[in-house]
Nanobody, 114 residues
Framework: VQLQASGGGLVRPGDSLTLSCSAS????????IHWYRQAPGKQIEPVAL???????HYRDSVKGRFTISRDDAKDTVFLQMNALKAEDTAIYYC?????????WGQGTLVTVSS
C-alpha cells in the first residue's frame, strides 16, 4: 500500500489550502488515516485523524481552522486548511497503519508567508 500526499504550496497568512492523500488501494478497510506535519527544526507532530467511521480528532492549534475528511470512493483523504498562519508552515505527511505496518506518504510542503 502506498500513500501519496499532494496539494502543498506557498500561500499568504489567512489563505486556504486543501491537501490530498491518495491511497493505492481501497481505504475503506483502513483504520484511522492521519495527517502529521514537521516544521523546520521541529519534531513531527500529529495534526488530525479520521477513522473508518468518520470520527475525527484535531490538535488544539488547528481546531476550527482545519477539517479532515475522506472520500472512500476516491480512496482519498483530504485536509482542508483555512485561516492559515505562519506557524502552519511545515511538510505535511499522511500516515496509516495496516496490520502493524507503518505507511507514510512522501510529504507535501506548505509554506505560509507574506
Amino acid at each position: 500500500v502506498q500513500l501519496q500526499a499532494s496539494g502543498g504550496g506557498l500561500v499568504r497568512p489567512g489563505d486556504s489550502l486543501t491537501l490530498s492523500c491518495s491511497a493505492s488501494r481501497s481505504i475503506s478497510s483502513f483504520g484511522a488515516i492521519h495527517w502529521y506535519r514537521q516544521a523546520p527544526g521541529k519534531q513531527i507532530e500529529p495534526v488530525a485523524l479520521i477513522n473508518n467511521r468518520g470520527i475525527t480528532h484535531y490538535r488544539d492549534s488547528v481546531k476550527g481552522r482545519f477539517t479532515i475528511s475522506r472520500d472512500d470512493a476516491k480512496d482519498t483523504v483530504f485536509l482542508q486548511m483555512n485561516a492559515l498562519k505562519a506557524e502552519d508552515t511545515a511538510i505535511y505527511y499522511c500516515y496509516t497503519n495496516i496490520e502493524g505496518v507503518n505507511i507514510w506518504g512522501q510529504g507535501t510542503l506548505v509554506t505560509v508567508s507574506s
